[in-house]
């Protein structure tokens, strides 16, 4: 019974998305701001980020114009999968504060309103393309809201009402599709992190932020082994899933959250892996 009602809702849900209409779902208070602000904690790349100043991507060792990206920018169906993530979830912002300009400020919130604007239109239901999927959305809230303090605090009212209707929008269409899309379980807990920032620093819900500190207990249960290594064994997921949860930990504490109990033993716990991954390289 449970299979059969799964199939239907799922049939159902998918029925409601490709409608124009379902963008009334995602409509709310947009209004609200980044009570909480978030620090990143971590170093970004400055060549990087003053190539994308100057007009190109670096990716690796190459430089690709920033007029070839913006396509895919615009068109996440037709970004090689490869390189969606990397482009939809703005991690690179990262890169743009590390060069602290007002030249970067500038830059950022022109990729940022270029997105909004690629990917608001009800009409052409923009919720459907791989850019709105809960794991990169999960993430680009994240990195948005990380790094709002460095491109957002002198920006303009337009810019800040752009903004946080878009951030309002994704926040709920990842509210109302985490449980019931289908991905990996690091995917998973790639959507949970936005979850988790968004209502720390945006909604200050604690009876929802109960739930999902819950769900990442769960996660972890799950996708830890007994080493403290990620199910995957991907080096580069050991450390993100480090990474992310000292973030976590740092989001939870300006919400003046009290720490979860298992959250400092899952890093302690992790850590040692990192370190193996480093001397055997």
Request: contains cysteine; glycine residues 6%; positive net charge.
């Amino acid at each position: 019974m449970t299979l059969l009602h799964n199939f239907f809702h799922k049939r159902w849900k998918t029925i409601i998305q490709a409608s124009p209409l379902y963008a009334l779902r995602l409509l709310g208070n947009s209004s609200f701001s980044s009570s909480i602000p978030l620090i990143d904690l971590w170093p970004g790349d400055s060549v990087a980020g003053q190539s994308l100043v100057e007009g190109s991507f670096k990716i690796g060792d190459y430089f690709i114009p920033l007029k070839k990206v913006s396509h895919f920018l615009s068109h996440s169906r037709e970004c090689p999968e490869g390189f969606l993530l990397f482009l939809h979830n703005f991690e690179w912002l990262r890169d743009l504060k590390t060069v602290g300009t007002n030249a970067s400020r500038k830059r950022a919130r022109e990729l940022i309103k270029y997105w909004i604007h690629s990917h608001g239109s009800w009409t052409k239901k923009t919720w459907l393309e791989p850019s709105w999927h809960p794991e990169i959305i999960g993430q680009r809230l994240r990195f948005w809201l990380s790094f709002y303090e460095f491109f957002g605090s002198t920006a303009d009212d337009h810019f800040k009402r752009l903004f946080f209707k878009s951030l309002n929008r994704q926040f709920r269409y990842l509210q109302n599709n985490y449980k019931t899309h289908t991905y990996t379980g690091w995917q998973r807990f790639q959507a949970l992190m936005g979850l988790i920032f968004a209502t720390c620093s945006l909604k200050r819900d604690s009876a929802r932020l109960g739930f999902y500190i819950k769900e990442l207990q769960d996660i972890l249960s799950l996708q830890l082994l007994e080493d403290g290594g990620h199910i995957s064994r991907s080096p580069n997921i050991q450390f993100f899933l480090l990474r992310d949860l000292i973030d976590i930990r740092s989001a939870l504490r300006s919400y003046s959250v009290p720490e979860p109990d298992f959250l400092q033993p899952a890093i302690q716990h992790i850590a040692p892996i990192i370190r193996f991954f480093r001397h055997t390289n």
